[in-house]
């Protein structure tokens, strides 16, 4: 989807703030946001392409004012009540009312260490053979699903070149929305900063986006 | 699409006020934490080793060890650039945003530069938990288009001529960049050439520390 989250490009956000000694959390909220939205992760319920959707269906203008911490917890709230886990009258009560969904697992402490090692892999064992090489020009589709994309928009409809197949991947787009993993080769592709931002654009910039292969077209 | 306006219905919540997002996320995340726990679907001991393990194991001192290994073996260097995944697996990191890690080098021609322009994908596995600058709009949105002055507001001024490549993490490679080597480094251990290489340089906001002369190795 066209959303407030697809951000290359956009202007006038102001300078970049680093700043100096950034301490890991900023409050205490933000330790408990990052742990109870990886602790509900491990329920099993959604795929992080569901919940990275979650994230960009939350209202411009708030999506942009708010912390990426907040954007976790409003994002969770929609797949915790999506699943069946919690009602709004709940989250508003801040009390159970009501037994939910019962998810697959509960992380445990002693699960922790081994789940975060883990990890999600999600590369895919594919027979097909990639459809393109390495070198080799193409399009980026230039399309505008409503649904979840990891095509920037930026890049869509411009030419540039693959440079690596990087394997075989679940397929973002469908599996947010529970069609299935589809797995589909993924292609680094590289674009001349010209051809992306033309006239006055930086002469020295190359920019690459991982694309999966129903994202290309042969030119 | 849920969204929250269903939540104006229940105002009369005084927790609960729009206006007042950002006083009201400490007492929204305890709420939200209360039902859950209520409910038995998180543990909170759980939390707790979660928020310990970023907090102390999971950090950019890992990448580091990855790019001062790399800077003193060209063999584990050469792994890095075929299979980063497995070459950092060697080391132990391993895990969550992580799992499928690609290496890229900077050389004396270009300069690499890593962006999520869609969310915050980073590689936790090395680097932790991203900064706040990383995530948030302004990053995302000038890196990809402006990466000069993005480089300038961390006080990095490149070469006119150097090349400037940007990675944007669309898909679910996670990518690490290895700074280029400091000049006056040639017999300083692993653990002295980690010491130079900060998370910014493993972005690519940053070069590595310079040796400041210490040609004997130095204690940095």
């Given at each position: 989807m066209n959303g407030p989250h697809d951000l290359g490009g956009q202007m006038g956000f102001g300078a970049v703030a680093p700043e100096v000694d950034e301490p890991f959390f900023h409050s205490e909220w933000e330790k408990r946001a990052l742990a109870i939205t990886l602790s509900c992760g491990a329920f099993g319920a959604w795929s992080i392409d569901e919940s990275r959707h979650a994230r960009e269906c939350i209202p411009p203008a708030a999506y942009l004012s708010a912390s990426y911490y907040e954007i976790w917890i409003r994002a969770l709230e929609v797949l915790l009540e999506r699943h069946g886990f919690v009602t709004a009258d709940e989250i508003d009560l801040g009390h159970r009312k009501t037994a939910g969904a019962e998810p697959k697992r509960v992380l445990k402490a002693d699960m922790v260490a081994a789940v975060l090692a883990k990890g999600g892999p999600c590369d895919r064992p594919l027979s097909d053979p990639p459809r393109f090489v390495a070198g080799q020009k193409v399009r980026l589709l230039n399309i505008h699903p409503t649904g979840h994309t990891r095509l920037p928009r930026y890049a869509r409809g411009r030419i540039g070149t693959i440079e690596t197949i990087q394997g075989s991947f679940v397929f973002a787009d469908d599996n947010a929305h529970g069609r299935g993993e589809n797995p589909q080769w993924v292609y680094t592709v590289v674009f001349d900063g010209a051809e992306v931002?033309?006239?006055?654009?930086?002469?020295t910039l190359t920019v690459s986006i991982d694309a999966w292969e129903s994202y290309l077209e042969p030119v | 699409m849920h969204d929250h306006d269903h939540h104006h219905d229940h105002d009369d919540h005084e927790h609960h006020h729009h206006d007042n997002r950002y006083s009201n996320m400490e007492a929204r995340v305890r709420a939200l934490e209360t039902v859950l726990s209520e409910k038995g679907l998180i543990d909170p001991a759980a939390l707790d080793a979660i928020v310990e393990t970023y907090e102390t194991k999971v950090g950019p001192r890992n990448g580091a060890r990855v790019v001062a290994k790399a800077w003193a073996d060209p063999a584990f260097a050469e792994w890095l650039r075929r299979d980063a995944t497995a070459a950092i697996a060697s080391l132990g990191f391993t895990g969550r945003q992580g799992e499928h890690m690609r290496a890229v080098f900077n050389t004396p021609d270009t300069h690499n530069m890593v962006v999520c322009t869609l969310c915050s994908c980073y590689p936790w596995s090395v680097l932790g938990l991203p900064p706040v600058w990383y995530k948030a709009p302004a990053y995302r949105s000038r890196a990809v288009i402006d990466p000069r002055s993005v480089l300038a507001e961390f006080g990095v001024a490149l070469p006119e001529t150097m090349k400037i490549r940007v990675w944007d993490s669309t898909a679910e490679l996670r990518y690490l960049v290895v700074p280029q080597r400091p000049d006056g480094t040639d017999n300083w251990t692993q653990e002295q050439l980690a010491e130079l290489v900060t998370r910014d340089s493993m972005i690519g906001t940053a070069l590595a520390h310079a040796a400041h002369g210490a040609a004997d190795g130095g204690t940095q």
């Amino acid at each position: 989807m066209n959303g407030p989250h697809d951000l290359g490009g956009q202007m006038g956000f102001g300078a970049v703030a680093p700043e100096v000694d950034e301490p890991f959390f900023h409050s205490e909220w933000e330790k408990r946001a990052l742990a109870i939205t990886l602790s509900c992760g491990a329920f099993g319920a959604w795929s992080i392409d569901e919940s990275r959707h979650a994230r960009e269906c939350i209202p411009p203008a708030a999506y942009l004012s708010a912390s990426y911490y907040e954007i976790w917890i409003r994002a969770l709230e929609v797949l915790l009540e999506r699943h069946g886990f919690v009602t709004a009258d709940e989250i508003d009560l801040g009390h159970r009312k009501t037994a939910g969904a019962e998810p697959k697992r509960v992380l445990k402490a002693d699960m922790v260490a081994a789940v975060l090692a883990k990890g999600g892999p999600c590369d895919r064992p594919l027979s097909d053979p990639p459809r393109f090489v390495a070198g080799q020009k193409v399009r980026l589709l230039n399309i505008h699903p409503t649904g979840h994309t990891r095509l920037p928009r930026y890049a869509r409809g411009r030419i540039g070149t693959i440079e690596t197949i990087q394997g075989s991947f679940v397929f973002a787009d469908d599996n947010a929305h529970g069609r299935g993993e589809n797995p589909q080769w993924v292609y680094t592709v590289v674009f001349d900063g010209a051809e992306v931002w033309g006239q006055g654009s930086d002469p020295t910039l190359t920019v690459s986006i991982d694309a999966w292969e129903s994202y290309l077209e042969p030119v | 699409m849920h969204d929250h306006d269903h939540h104006h219905d229940h105002d009369d919540h005084e927790h609960h006020h729009h206006d007042n997002r950002y006083s009201n996320m400490e007492a929204r995340v305890r709420a939200l934490e209360t039902v859950l726990s209520e409910k038995g679907l998180i543990d909170p001991a759980a939390l707790d080793a979660i928020v310990e393990t970023y907090e102390t194991k999971v950090g950019p001192r890992n990448g580091a060890r990855v790019v001062a290994k790399a800077w003193a073996d060209p063999a584990f260097a050469e792994w890095l650039r075929r299979d980063a995944t497995a070459a950092i697996a060697s080391l132990g990191f391993t895990g969550r945003q992580g799992e499928h890690m690609r290496a890229v080098f900077n050389t004396p021609d270009t300069h690499n530069m890593v962006v999520c322009t869609l969310c915050s994908c980073y590689p936790w596995s090395v680097l932790g938990l991203p900064p706040v600058w990383y995530k948030a709009p302004a990053y995302r949105s000038r890196a990809v288009i402006d990466p000069r002055s993005v480089l300038a507001e961390f006080g990095v001024a490149l070469p006119e001529t150097m090349k400037i490549r940007v990675w944007d993490s669309t898909a679910e490679l996670r990518y690490l960049v290895v700074p280029q080597r400091p000049d006056g480094t040639d017999n300083w251990t692993q653990e002295q050439l980690a010491e130079l290489v900060t998370r910014d340089s493993m972005i690519g906001t940053a070069l590595a520390h310079a040796a400041h002369g210490a040609a004997d190795g130095g204690t940095q």
